[in-house]
């Protein structure tokens, strides 16, 4: 199983979240935006660890793919 995480948690991050949460091979762990609302809003919803950063969110552990946009 790859842990993955979505960074960007607008339209975008979270039609890739949900995804990876139906995925047997997938186990989303994280997600990040730069609004902290977003990114808690996201963690809440899908039950992952919530970051505000991406040098944050790369430092909490391993992680084998991440996804994301920079569109809202």
């Not at 607008?10 to 609302?37: F, K, M, R, S």
Request: hydrophobic share 50%; with cysteine.
């Amino acid at each position: 199983m790859l842990n993955v995480a979505v960074i960007g948690m607008g339209n975008i991050g979270n039609t890739h979240a949900p995804v990876y949460q139906a995925d047997p091979l997938a186990n989303l762990v994280a997600v990040c935006d730069i609004i902290p609302e977003r990114a808690d809003r996201a963690a809440a919803r899908y039950g992952v660890r919530g970051n505000y950063s991406v040098a944050g969110l790369l430092a909490t552990g391993a992680l084998a793919a991440v996804s994301g946009s920079n569109a809202g």
